[in-house]
């Protein structure tokens, strides 16, 4: 590596005075600090400018203020004080495109974010945001941001990332709405018990793709038990089957195990908020199964479509807000004594559109995951599959993909075929 320079980027114009002190929502109390590190790769052949990067960086931070200033003490308070955030030129000597397209591992990708903010964790005193702009050998660049997820979910960071493209085209789209203003504003009538998600390099991670038709087969093998199945819900339910099935294989027994899924609200309320809603406003249901009998493919299913349906919809944002304030002292409770599978969807095909003057990126996705039993889904480039990043421990993941049922419908995601299928649809 090579770095060409570190700057630090600040709003293009001052924060007005009125806006100065930024209370977290909520749901951005609960929410832990960790980053979330997102990877765009593009292969113009284009001599590319970071100035672009910078410059429109700069402009598109005057509206998301709030990433430009740094979190108090007291966890709940942000100084917009537009101290601003990391940005990072670099070049990767002796590796092309093509070569970590073919084996993009997690030492290879720790090179492609600043130094220090590829999963880190607290972010007190630090900039929410750190991205960079690396550039391979013969051509093609990467474009990765870790952002901390105490003021955005998977959606902010989606339409954060979408609207600077834009701004890098020189296209400028109406701010953002800021839930944390623009909500009822509730504070935790107690202390909020620590919930500590135990990260570790030595977790492996595999990506794999469900295709279209692989999951149409796997919705016609619950026909007549399960009505209209969704993509999302069929496919999460036959990993964590496969996932339940490989920790038996380890342990040599059942062992009771619940899965979490991450649900974004904002469809959900009446009415419903703008999608350009940024800070956190996901929720989860839970799916507990008790007796390895409830772990077939079809009880999976209706316990997931169950548990979106008990989410519901909800007319009225402050009884909801404080039924989860009411609720969330017991989340601890979730990882005690239990075996955890963390599940989200991110709208992946979204990472398709980022075009900041040169193009679509050919591939994005999240770094390998340091946390285990979790598991990321996106939408492939054409909309209709899926592709799932996997974090299990050694030996779990050894006999999760050695499973026959998981071979029959998903493939190892070698990421070159994902790129092509990437370019025929674009």
């Given at each position: 590596?090579?770095?060409?320079?570190?700057?630090?980027?600040?709003?293009?114009?001052?924060?007005?005075?009125?806006?100065?002190?930024?209370?977290?929502?909520?749901?951005?109390?609960?929410?832990?600090?960790?980053?979330?590190?997102?990877?765009?790769?593009?292969?113009?052949?284009?001599?590319?400018?970071?100035?672009?990067?910078?410059?429109?960086?700069?402009?598109?931070?005057?509206?998301?203020?709030?990433?430009?200033?740094?979190?108090?003490?007291?966890?709940?308070?942000?100084?917009?004080?537009?101290?601003?955030?990391?940005?990072?030129?670099?070049?990767?000597?002796?590796?092309?495109?093509?070569?970590?397209?073919?084996?993009?591992?997690?030492?290879?990708?720790?090179?492609?974010?600043?130094?220090?903010?590829l999963w880190k964790g607290s972010c007190?005193?630090?900039?929410?945001?750190?991205?960079?702009?690396?550039?391979?050998?013969?051509?093609?660049?990467?474009?990765?941001?870790?952002?901390?997820?105490?003021?955005?979910?998977?959606?902010?960071?989606?339409?954060?990332?979408?609207?600077?493209?834009?701004?890098?085209?020189?296209?400028?789209?109406?701010?953002?709405?800021?839930?944390?203003?623009?909500?009822?504003?509730?504070?935790?009538?107690?202390?909020?018990?620590?919930?500590?998600?135990?990260?570790?390099?030595?977790?492996?991670?595999?990506?794999?793709?469900?295709?279209?038709?692989?999951?149409?087969?796997?919705?016609?093998?619950?026909?007549g038990l399960v009505e209209n199945p969704?993509?999302?819900?069929?496919?999460?339910?036959?990993?964590?089957?496969?996932?339940?099935?490989?920790?038996?294989?380890?342990?040599?027994?059942?062992?009771?195990?619940?899965?979490?899924?991450?649900?974004?609200?904002?469809?959900?309320?009446?009415?419903?908020?703008?999608?350009?809603?940024?800070?956190?406003?996901?929720?989860?249901?839970?799916?507990s199964n008790n007796h390895q009998s409830?772990?077939?493919?079809?009880?999976?299913?209706?316990?997931?479509?169950?548990?979106?349906?008990?989410?519901?919809?909800?007319?009225?944002?402050?009884?909801?807000?404080?039924?989860?304030?009411?609720?969330?002292?017991?989340?601890?409770?979730?990882?005690?004594?239990?075996?955890?599978?963390?599940?989200?969807?991110?709208?992946?095909?979204?990472?398709?559109?980022?075009?900041?003057?040169?193009?679509?990126?050919?591939?994005?996705?999240?770094?390998?995951?340091?946390?285990?039993?979790?598991?990321?889904?996106?939408?492939?480039?054409?909309?209709?599959?899926?592709?799932?990043?996997?974090?299990?421990?050694?030996?779990?993941?050894?006999?999760?993909?050695?499973?026959?049922?998981?071979?029959?419908?998903?493939?190892?995601?070698?990421?070159?075929?994902?790129?092509?299928?990437?370019?025929?649809?674009?």
């Amino acid at each position: 590596m090579e770095i060409i320079s570190k700057q630090i980027i600040k709003p293009s114009s001052r924060t007005p005075d009125h806006l100065k002190t930024f209370k977290l929502s909520l749901l951005d109390q609960l929410t832990l600090h960790t980053y979330t590190p997102i990877i765009l790769l593009y292969d113009s052949k284009t001599q590319i400018s970071g100035d672009v990067l910078k410059k429109s960086l700069s402009k598109i931070l005057t509206k998301y203020y709030p990433f430009a200033g740094r979190l108090k003490e007291d966890g709940i308070t942000i100084d917009c004080n537009d101290e601003g955030v990391v940005f990072v030129e670099a070049k990767i000597i002796g590796c092309r495109l093509s070569d970590f397209l073919q084996n993009p591992n997690y030492k290879t990708q720790s090179l492609l974010f600043p130094e220090g903010f590829l999963w880190k964790g607290s972010c007190i005193g630090y900039t929410f945001l750190a991205t960079q702009a690396t550039y391979f050998e013969g051509g093609g660049m990467a474009v990765t941001i870790s952002m901390s997820h105490k003021v955005a979910d998977a959606p902010s960071v989606g339409i954060f990332l979408s609207d600077w493209a834009s701004m890098a085209r020189g296209e400028e789209r109406p701010p953002p709405l800021i839930l944390a203003t623009s909500i009822p504003s509730l504070d935790l009538a107690y202390t909020m018990p620590e919930i500590e998600i135990e990260m570790s390099e030595t977790l492996i991670t595999k990506r794999y793709v469900f295709h279209a038709e692989n999951i149409s087969r796997l919705k016609r093998s619950v026909s007549g038990l399960v009505e209209n199945p969704t993509k999302i819900g069929i496919v999460t339910a036959f990993l964590y089957r496969c996932a339940v099935a490989a920790s038996m294989a380890k342990l040599g027994s059942f062992k009771k195990s619940t899965l979490i899924q991450l649900v974004n609200m904002r469809p959900r309320m009446t009415p419903p908020l703008p999608e350009n809603s940024i800070g956190n406003f996901t929720w989860y249901f839970t799916t507990s199964n008790n007796h390895q009998s409830e772990t077939s493919l079809e009880n999976l299913v209706l316990q997931m479509k169950k548990g979106v349906k008990d989410l519901g919809d909800k007319d009225d944002l402050h009884d909801w807000l404080n039924s989860v304030r009411d609720s969330a002292y017991n989340v601890k409770e979730l990882f005690d004594n239990l075996e955890i599978y963390r599940f989200s969807h991110v709208r992946g095909g979204s990472f398709y559109q980022m075009n900041f003057g040169w193009g679509n990126p050919k591939w994005g996705t999240i770094a390998d995951v340091l946390v285990k039993n979790t598991f990321i889904l996106y939408d492939t480039p054409d909309g209709y599959g899926v592709e799932v990043v996997v974090s299990l421990e050694e030996e779990h993941m050894r006999l999760f993909q050695s499973n026959e049922e998981l071979l029959e419908f998903a493939s190892v995601n070698k990421t070159f075929q994902l790129v092509s299928i990437a370019q025929s649809r674009m």
